[in-house]
């Protein structure tokens, strides 16, 4: 039987960490304005560049910390990282300087950079057996924060922009005392392995590439895929405060609900799409539905038919495990893990690259004087991504049966 307290603290960990973006992006725009003052497209472009830190710091130290968790052990790792997490939002709560809460978004993506550490310890305390569905347990958790980060910052924003930073610090603290009582080491002196900063470089996965010449269209596809959608965190709470003059709470309300939808879709809809069109169709139609979602929403002006439409743009999510699938079928079984390691790191360059270009959109096409007022022209540049990839993957060299 795998231990049930620890895996709870991994669990809660996991959502913690997933919990870092969401919770804060409702009070976003307000905070920044508020601390730095200036238009909202100017605290959009200081939203990016806030979510590109948070995101650069996690693609940079998560193999760090995963490697210091195999030589000093996962429990220290763990409990640091959250009492370090918890000082940081803390500090957030109280800063009034852009650039102390730009350290914070730095710090604050070091230490929820923590999900390699959780699966490895989720492994060590797992039967052979038991790995997969312990691992989709984490995926849950990590799915489950992403919708209640949002749903939490949104609700807290009511008190104030600073009462999400203050809620974030007592959960991570919380669940580090948690952690301190029960958590029990996993790494002996026979799972122990030395230090290395070789193993460290966040970039050694894109080598493996050169090697995987079969995919790399596919690879393509993936990235222009994830670039697209990064429009949604990068600038929801700043187009919709802009569009539609939503409160903290409804914006909220809205970035869970899209969570829900995707979780739903990729839970209950993923299996049945792919028995009645099969991988490459469900690959189109899922990047055809995220394309015509994206041309609604750069130019619809009801706040009530964005929400209505959100469960409906979800259906697009239904490609991406289909392309993820044809992915793996396309390199040999002993590939796979180094093939995961390309697709993590070009997800995470998305995460890094996007939110700059988005928020730079939006501030141009939001700002007196720009060369239109069009709040949604973001949406338009991620159209556009959609648009290559769907023509790279239509035109991609077929595989051999």
């Given at each position: ?101 730009l350290a914070g978004r730095i710090v604050g993506g070091i230490t929820a950079a923590t999900h390699s550490t959780a699966l490895a310890y989720m492994a060590d305390l797992s039967k052979p057996h038991e790995k997969a569905a312990n ?267």
């Amino acid at each position: 039987m795998v231990p049930r307290l620890p895996v709870l603290f991994i669990l809660i960990t996991v959502m913690i960490d997933a919990m870092g973006i969401g919770l804060i992006m409702p009070v976003m725009p307000n905070l920044i304005q508020e601390i730095g003052g200036g238009t909202l497209g100017n605290a959009a472009v200081w939203g990016g560049i806030l979510a590109t830190s948070f995101a650069m710091m996690q693609f940079l130290f998560s193999p760090l910390l995963g490697r210091l968790s195999d030589a000093f052990g996962r429990r220290p790792v763990l409990l640091i990282s959250l009492l370090v997490m918890a000082a940081d939002y803390l500090v957030m709560a109280l800063v009034g300087s852009i650039w102390l809460l730009l350290a914070g978004r730095i710090v604050g993506g070091i230490t929820a950079a923590t999900h390699s550490t959780a699966l490895a310890y989720m492994a060590d305390l797992s039967k052979p057996h038991e790995k997969a569905a312990n691992f989709g347990l984490i995926g849950a958790a990590f799915g489950a924060g992403f919708v209640l980060g949002p749903m939490l910052g949104g609700l807290l924003a009511e008190y104030g922009t600073r009462a999400p930073f203050l809620a974030a610090a007592a959960l991570a603290l919380a669940n580090a005392g948690f952690g301190y009582v029960i958590l029990r080491e996993t790494v002996t002196k026979a799972n122990r392995r030395p230090f290395r900063w070789r193993g460290a470089n966040p970039f050694s996965a894109f080598r493996a590439l050169s090697g995987l010449t079969a995919v790399r269209p596919l690879v393509w596809v993936l990235f222009l895929y994830q670039l697209a959608n990064v429009v949604y965190p990068a600038i929801w709470a700043f187009f919709t405060t802009e569009r539609f003059g939503w409160s903290p709470g409804l914006i909220g309300i809205s970035l869970a609900l899209y969570g829900a939808s995707m979780a739903v879709v990729q839970g209950a809809l993923v299996a049945p799409t792919l028995r009645w069109l099969g991988e490459r169709r469900t690959v189109l139609a899922g990047l055809v539905i995220e394309l015509g979602a994206l041309l609604l929403l750069a130019f619809l002006t009801s706040g009530t038919a964005v929400l209505v439409m959100i469960p409906i743009s979800a259906l697009g999510a239904v490609g991406l495990p289909a392309l993820q699938g044809i992915l793996s079928h396309s390199v040999a079984d002993d590939a796979q893990g180094e093939l995961q390691g390309v697709l993590s790191s070009v997800s995470s360059m998305a995460m890094m690259v996007g939110p700059l270009m988005m928020t730079q959109i939006f501030a141009l096409f939001t700002m007196a004087g720009g060369p239109a007022y069009l709040p949604g022209a973001p949406f338009l540049l991620s159209a556009a991504l959609m648009v290559v990839a769907i023509m790279v993957f239509r035109i991609r060299p077929q595989p051999d049966a």
